[in-house]
């Protein structure tokens, strides 16, 4: 097929639908957003239109920056844990049979369904003392009491694992069907156990795919608000937290939109990082 | 014992049989070819062998000892993939010294080991290239390169050559034979391509449906083939049914050859006469008649088609003894018995 370089306006015009949702939907938000974060606050919830630099000032404290810390951290954790939980489980699920495959897919793809909310909610009965999954531990004699695991940082990264895994497979399952299975099988003739050759074959052929689920599921996480409320404790709350809190309860909408520039900012820059370091070790 | 030895083995998927019943012994050093059309269970076989797929029955002995329940990663053997299987995200020397860094080798003696083959397979040179910018029979090497790193007791290669065109196959088919005699290692090749087999192998295994249909060496294969299949599948043949006539003695195509019997105590038989000792003479004398449907003169060969009996059979003659027949003439055929065999079935 012969492709050759748009000549005239009209040649564009494909291009056109998506380019104006992107604009109405997306480019327009987000320069409003950066416009109130430099608005001067008015008591009482309104603001006046300004260039101030108090609300990006305010949030330069240790509260915050602590705040920030935390929210990047339990990002960078249930990327690493969706994703060390997912390759393996992926690669397994690529490796079986057809009808297998198809079940636990729709499973994971009904996991999508389910809002935020009836994911924290659903834990944080499973998590409880009077209904939790303790009590089963107990009848196993497992456990001498049953006790509660909420609010805890191990039942925010639960739940948020479990929220983004299906994400996480769904990225992996193309790029794990598509790598040649007699890979595998040559590293097994040369010598290396079936645990060395995934290792040493299947984790280091899927660098890209790798890097590329990192940063979705991180991104992924970073938004999160309800999951860390709803399951931890105030000092696993996140910046999204503060955001909603500020722009909702507060109605301190220059602040929250400071804070939410911020948090765009600080990810873009990881994520560019971590997207440069994949190159870096590419050319190597 | 030393060598392959395989006995008995058989291998089921589900209620079909792939592999029935194979016993076979490798001594140390060999050449073996296991040769058969698609489908005839040669890829399992190997599979086997590697311990990629376990057996159903039957049992697997290297070097004396049973490695039929053997992992692969413990049998210490290099194999060649069909697909190749060269890792993509290593490059040409961390390909080739994979099994050494797997085993804990030291950098420095997988360096020279890597100059080493990189040599041998007339690459030198080449330790820091991407695989993914080798042409087709440089990836060939590599992956070669790559199962002998650490000296294997037992060389295997899926159709090794089938991914490459004609002319560079035949010239890597005399490489890979001088390069096994050289290392003496016993070695096992699947191919569909007799020729392959011929050129490379001590000893050719014809498998069909299965099961071995004959194991020997490449000339005996040709000229003493152990049934019609064998007969037929390698080379070109000619399959001309023996039967008794009135007064018992085996006769073909209407004419009793001398030197020619019946298979012992079978009522009938064929006869495999290659095109090449097929002699066209005048009709009558005891010849077997038939009429010349078709010539065609291929350059290097002239065949010529002859109906006799309701059997066509193929004569070929070099452009020096070119026969003076012509589509319609009746000729007569002449069958040497020294360079025909009768086969039961
Ligand atoms: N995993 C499997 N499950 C079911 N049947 C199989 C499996 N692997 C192979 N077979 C069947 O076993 C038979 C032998 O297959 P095999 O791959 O050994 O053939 P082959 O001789 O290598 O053929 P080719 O020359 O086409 O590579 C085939 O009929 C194939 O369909
Ligand atoms: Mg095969």
């Given at each position: 097929m012969r492709r050759e370089p748009p000549?005239?306006?009209?040649?564009?015009?494909?291009?056109f639908f998506p380019a104006g949702m992107l604009t109405v939907f997306f480019v327009v938000p987000f320069a409003t957003m950066i416009a109130v974060s430099f608005f001067q606050r008015q008591q009482g919830g309104f603001y006046t239109p300004a260039f101030v630099f108090d609300n990006y000032a305010r949030f330069l404290s240790l509260f915050f920056g602590k705040v920030l810390g935390f929210s990047l951290f339990l990002a960078v954790a249930v990327a690493v844990a969706c994703v060390v939980i997912g390759i393996p489980f992926t690669y397994l699920l690529s490796r079986s049979a057809r009808k297998i495959q198809i079940v636990w897919l729709v499973a994971l793809l009904s996991?999508?369904?389910?809002s935020e909310v009836m994911i924290g909610f659903a834990w944080s009965t499973l998590f409880?003392?009077?209904?939790?999954?303790t009590n089963l531990f107990v009848w196993l004699g497992l456990m001498a009491q049953a006790q509660a695991l909420t609010p805890s940082f191990g039942a925010v990264m639960t739940a948020m694992t479990y929220q983004a895994f299906p994400y996480t497979v769904l990225v992996l399952y193309p790029a794990l069907v598509r790598l040649d299975p007699t890979l595998t099988e040559a590293a097994r003739t040369l010598g290396a156990s079936p645990v060395k050759a995934f290792l040493t074959v299947v984790v280091p052929a899927l660098r890209n795919t790798i890097l590329a689920t990192l940063i979705m599921v991180f991104i992924f996480a970073l938004g999160s608000y309800l999951l860390p409320q709803l399951l931890g404790r105030p000092q696993h709350w996140t910046l999204s937290v503060l955001i909603t809190d500020q722009a909702?309860?507060?109605?301190n909408m220059p602040f929250a939109a400071a804070m939410a520039v911020f948090l765009v900012l600080v990810s873009l820059a990881l994520v560019g990082l971590a997207l440069y370091a994949g190159q870096q070790r590419q050319a190597k | 014992m030393s060598g392959l030895n395989l006995s008995h083995v058989t291998k089921q998927f589900g209620t079909f049989?792939?592999?029935?019943d194979v016993s076979l012994s490798v001594p140390d050093g060999t050449f073996v070819c296991l040769l058969?059309?698609?489908?005839?269970?040669k890829t399992t076989l190997m599979r086997m062998i590697a311990g990629l797929d376990l057996p159903t029955g039957g049992s697997i002995e290297l070097a004396g000892a049973d490695?039929?329940?053997?992992p692969t990663h413990k049998r210490d053997l290099g194999m060649v993939f069909q697909s190749l299987a060269?890792?993509?995200?290593?490059t040409v020397g961390e390909n080739i010294a994979y099994s050494l860094r797997i085993r804990g080798v030291a950098k420095d003696v997988q360096k020279k080991r890597i100059d080493e083959l990189l040599a041998m397979i007339h690459?030198?040179?080449?330790?820091?290239?991407?695989?993914?910018?080798?042409?087709g029979g440089q990836r060939q090497r590599v992956a070669i390169a790559r199962a002998l790193a650490i000296s294997p007791k037992l060389f295997l290669l899926d159709?090794?050559?089938?991914?490459?065109?004609a002319k560079l196959r035949e010239a890597m088919q005399v490489e890979l034979r001088q390069l096994q005699q050289r290392l003496g290692i016993t070695t096992i090749v699947v191919t569909h391509d007799q020729r392959e087999a011929m050129t490379m192998a001590d000893t050719v295994v014809v498998m069909n449906g299965g099961e071995i249909r004959q194991a020997a060496p490449p000339v005996d294969i040709y000229r003493?083939?152990?049934d019609s299949f064998v007969a037929d599948f390698i080379g070109q043949t000619n399959l001309l049914p023996v039967v008794p006539d009135g007064a018992g003695r085996a006769s073909v195509l209407g004419e009793v050859v001398e030197g020619i019997a019946l298979?012992?105590?079978?009522?009938k038989g064929t006869l495999s006469v290659r095109p090449e000792d097929v002699q066209l003479t005048?009709?009558?004398?005891g010849a077997i008649s038939g009429t010349v449907t078709f010539v065609r003169d291929l350059g290097g060969a002239i065949e010529t088609f002859v109906e006799a009996g309701g059997t066509q059979v193929i004569a070929v003659c070099s452009p020096r003894n070119r026969p003076d027949v012509s589509v319609g003439q009746s000729v007569g055929i002449r069958l040497d018995p020294a360079t025909s065999v009768v086969l039961a079935r």
């Open positions: 000549q005239r306006l009209a040649h564009y015009g494909p291009l996991i999508l369904s389910l409880s003392r009077t209904a939790g999954i909702i309860y507060q109605s | 049989t792939a592999v029935n058969g059309p698609s489908g005839c269970g490695i039929t329940k053997v060269l890792f993509p995200h290593l690459l030198p040179g080449f330790a820091d290239r991407s695989v993914a910018k080798l042409s159709e090794p050559l089938s991914a490459l065109d003493r083939p152990a298979p012992t105590g079978a009522a005048a009709p009558g004398h």
